[in-house]
């Protein structure tokens, strides 16, 4: 009798709902043979990217460390990093362009960060996301996020929570949630594809429902069925292939999944929060307080490339001018207008500092979050380059020299964390060129102000 041939499933193996929703799986010991055919092939385990924007730049001597190497103290600004601390590489040194002079713009080095582009030029210029996106995009469902939460830009007459929640409050049924409302592209939008700046999105719905939430054309009507996928649970709809599915795995496959199907569970409900408005209303789902709304759109970049949904991402923690408002030792303040231009005021430079040790804190959240996602014989931090960076170095001089640079993760072994390097003289474009070296993806005409890749980094 012939032997039969053992169950294994496919890397790209999908739950699929009733209604159209399709889930696809993080990685599970079922799919070895296959992984393991792809390895013995030369195949690697794909890399993903994701771009972070802090807001207004730093305040120097409270960002970078004294000593380079390993044993490093972390700055005051930089202490969040202390669970992470193996996992990130701290640059200094590097320029945005060639200049070494003060008051460049916020909005010059904005656009410069991602693109090593002095000019935009249509019909060319790409930011590095994009030129990964594009290489990537045949093996995904979604070929890039570009999120933000700083919504609505100077426009946002400021959120509400008139039913004390802790949610923002519905926005009126002419509000499309789907759109960048942000008062100018200068200063919201950092992605660029051919020389076309990308939107953000801003709801974590949106977010959620295109990474997740696929609806069939057919049935009630596209508000009908909006608000039925807001109501219901995308997992609901799979119940049946999810518990075939545990059976004829592993227990170890079966905690994995399970700890999966959570994750996504959890992140769902929190979405559902925030969505207890009047019947009809465009629904943001958005956190009021600032950290669950930012790490929500970290858990969410995790959880599409846990399931290979997206291999890229970019988050803006804020405009590069921006009104977005703190609260540090009671007092409000404007990040860019009463924090970022401190003048040497000692409550202002404080505010500052909090302002960004908050920022990095966001940083240090993902990397955890994705540190805790077992892929393979490692996790997936080990297959993700983060680079993180802001428009300007120091807050108050508007300098693009000595920028404030942490990348995290190792790209499938590009990157070697744990450590401060100088990069004396060298500029950002150059590790943005090591990034796309470590996904082998050529640099046609990426990056004009890019000298080449930025040797040390392994």
């Known amino acids: 009798m012939p032997k039969s041939k053992p169950w294994e499933l496919s890397r790209r193996s999908l739950l699929r709902g009733a209604t159209g929703a399709a ?38 001597d409270q960002w970078f460390p004294t000593t380079e190497g390993a044993s490093y103290a972390l700055p005051p600004t930089l202490s969040p990093l202390a669970p992470v601390k193996d996992d990130v590489l701290v640059l200094s040194g590097l320029r945005l362009g060639a200049w070494d002079y003060y008051e460049r713009t916020h909005e010059g080095g904005f656009w410069m960060m991602l693109t090593a582009s002095e000019r935009i030029v249509a019909g060319n210029t790409d930011s590095v996301d994009q030129v990964i996106a594009r290489a990537t995009s045949a093996q995904v469902r979604v070929p890039a996020l570009t999120l933000s939460v700083e919504n609505n830009g100077y426009d946002n007459p400021g959120y509400r929570d008139a039913n004390g929640d802790g949610f923002i409050d519905p926005k009126p049924s002419s ?98 929060k925030a969505e207890q408005g009047a019947p009809g209303a465009r629904l943001v789902g958005i956190p009021m307080d600032g950290t669950a709304y930012a790490n929500l ?103 693009h020299y000595d920028m404030p640079v942490l990348l995290a993760g190792r790209a499938g072994g590009a990157i070697r964390p744990g450590r401060h390097m100088r990069a004396q003289g060298k500029r950002c474009g150059d590790v943005l060129l090591s990034i796309l070296q470590a996904f082998e993806i050529p640099r046609g005409t990426f990056g004009p102000l890019a000298q080449g890749p930025l040797a040390g980094l392994a």
């Open 23 to 60: 889930l696809a799986l993080p990685w599970l010991e079922a799919m070895a043979p296959s992984l393991a055919r792809a390895h013995a092939s030369g195949a690697k385990p794909p890399l993903r990217f994701v771009g972070m924007f802090h807001s207004a730049g730093v305040v120097p």
């Open 175 to 272: 509000y499309d949630d789907t759109q960048d409302h942000c008062s100018g592209e200068d200063h919201c939008m950092a992605t660029f594809s051919r020389g076309q700046r990308l939107p953000n999105v801003y709801s974590p719905r949106v977010i959620f429902d295109r990474l997740f939430g696929a609806l069939q054309a057919e049935g009630p009507t596209d508000a009908e069925r909006r608000l039925w996928m807001y109501r219901r649970s995308v997992l609901d709809r799979m119940t049946g292939q999810a518990k075939a599915l545990q059976a004829r795995l592993g227990q170890a496959d079966k905690l994995r999944l399970d700890e999966y199907l959570t994750g996504i569970r959890e992140i769902e409900v929190a979405i559902q």
């Open 297 to 399: 759109m970290c858990d969410l970049i995790v959880k599409s490339f846990e399931c290979d949904a997206t291999r890229v991402a970019t988050l803006m923690l804020g405009m590069c001018v921006s009104p977005m408002m703190f609260t540090v030792n009671g007092r409000a303040f404007s990040h860019h207008g009463d924090a970022s231009h401190h003048g040497n005021d000692p409550v202002k430079l404080a505010a500052k500092v909090e302002i960004d040790r908050w920022q990095v804190g966001r940083f240090a959240h993902l990397v955890q979050r994705l540190k805790a996602v077992p892929e393979g014989e490692g996790t997936l931090l080990d297959n993700v380059a983060v680079f993180y960076s802001s428009d300007i170095s120091h807050s108050d001089w508007h300098n």
